[in-house]
Each structure stands twice: as structure tokens, then as C-alpha cells.
Nanobody, 117 residues
Framework: QVQLVESGGGLVQPGGSLRLSCTAS????????MGWYRQAPGKQRELVAT???????NYADSVKGRFTISRDNAKNTVYLQMNSLKPEDTAVYYC???????????WGQGTQVTVSS
């Protein structure tokens, strides 16, 4: 049974930082690509950042230079370090994987990030 569990969301002031974590179980974590997505109220879910099994990263233009995705294969965990947060970063953040062999997508339950003064 595949499970992705996010944590680390919360309320932060503009310019602040948060680190999100997503811990996976039921998968061979190290061989699968991982990603972070977000969905703001009234908007479609959008890609934030991805990291391949080999550690290559990709970012949405809106977060480049502010967010960093990383992974710790020993802990089955992917992280999203978010710095210089802006009110427009407010959203529910989701962790996602597409399994390399089955091509099935799995999502976490999401964690709320609110950037407000």
C-alpha cells in the first residue's frame, strides 16, 4: 500500500521560510521520481518542483531561486525548502510520485501553507 504523508505546513509572514517534508512508504523510494505540487483556492493544481531518482531537479518559474527540493533516500523522504515566501505562495501543497514501473500516480493528503502578515 503506497502512502505519502506530508508535514511542515503552517502560517508564516511574507519573507519567511518553511520546510515541507513528505515521507513515502510502500514504494522503492530511491528509484522513483518525486514532486511537489500546489493548489490555491479557485485555481488548478500546479507543479512546484520535481526531483528525479538521480537527483536532477526542475522548478516552476515562479519559485526558482526561492524554493529547493531535495531527497533523503535513507529516510524515504523528499523535502521542499521554501524561502522568501510571498502571499501568492499560499496554497495546499501536495507530494506526488509516479511509479517507474506501473506509471501509476500517488498523491499525499496535502499540507496547508499560508503566507500572511
Amino acid at each position: 500500500q503506497v502512502q505519502l504523508v506530508e508535514s511542515g505546513g503552517g502560517l508564516v509572514q511574507p519573507g519567511g521560510s518553511l520546510r515541507l517534508s513528505c515521507t513515502a512508504s510502500g514504494i522503492a523510494f530511491s528509484i522513483n521520481n518525486m514532486g511537489w505540487y500546489r493548489q490555491a483556492p479557485g485555481k488548478q493544481r500546479e507543479l512546484v518542483a520535481t526531483i528525479t531518482s538521480g537527483g536532477s531537479t526542475n522548478y516552476a518559474d515562479s519559485v526558482k531561486g526561492r524554493f529547493t527540493i531535495s531527497r533523503d533516500n535513507a529516510k524515504n523522504t523528499v523535502y521542499l525548502q521554501m524561502n522568501s515566501l510571498k502571499p501568492e505562495d499560499t496554497a495546499v501543497y501536495y507530494c506526488k510520485t509516479r511509479l517507474i514501473f506501473t506509471r501509476n500516480d500517488y498523491w499525499g493528503q496535502g499540507t496547508q501553507v499560508t503566507v500572511s502578515s
